[in-house]
């Protein structure tokens, strides 16, 4: 399974991103997909999830509200709509693909991409 995060860059407090993951390589109906993300001198830590078929998500509570995680099947793709975003929100933003949409931790995610940067100005 290969992975190719898009979609991150700088924007102000307040504002919105839309972060994309385009999937290839695998038969994706059998995994969850979800994003990470890690900022410097932290683990990375779930930020939402994912499953193709059916389409459960879930999500951590910082990003509960803000942030809406969805697919597309005929693409291959998963996205991540970020609104309100604040300065905390600045990190590594990973894409993966692993065993469960429930609020996965890294270990339940054997696929990653590369990672795209997302900084939010105060």
């Known amino acids: 399974v290969q992975l190719q995060a898009s979609g ?7 504002g919105s991103l839309r972060l ?4 290839s390589g695998g038969t994706f ?3 969850a997909m979800g994003w990470f993300r890690q900022a410097p001198g932290k683990e990375r830590e779930f930020v939402a999830a994912i499953s193709w078929i059916g389409g459960t998500t879930s999500y951590a509570d910082s990003a509960k509200g ?3 995680i969805s697919r597309d099947s005929a693409k291959n793709t998963v996205y991540l709509q970020m609104s309100t975003l604040k300065p905390e929100d600045s ?9 469960t949409s ?3 931790t890294v ?16």
């Open 8 to 14: 991150g860059g700088l924007v102000q407090a307040g």
């Open 20 to 23: 994309s993951c385009a999937a």
């Open 29 to 31: 109906s059998s995994y």
């Open 66 to 68: 803000r942030f809406t």
């Open 91 to 99: 990190a590594v933003y990973y894409c993966g693909a692993g065993y």
């Open 102 to 104: 429930r609020r996965p």
């Open 107 to 122: 270990r339940d995610f054997p696929y990653w991409g590369q990672g795209t940067q997302v900084t939010v100005s105060s």
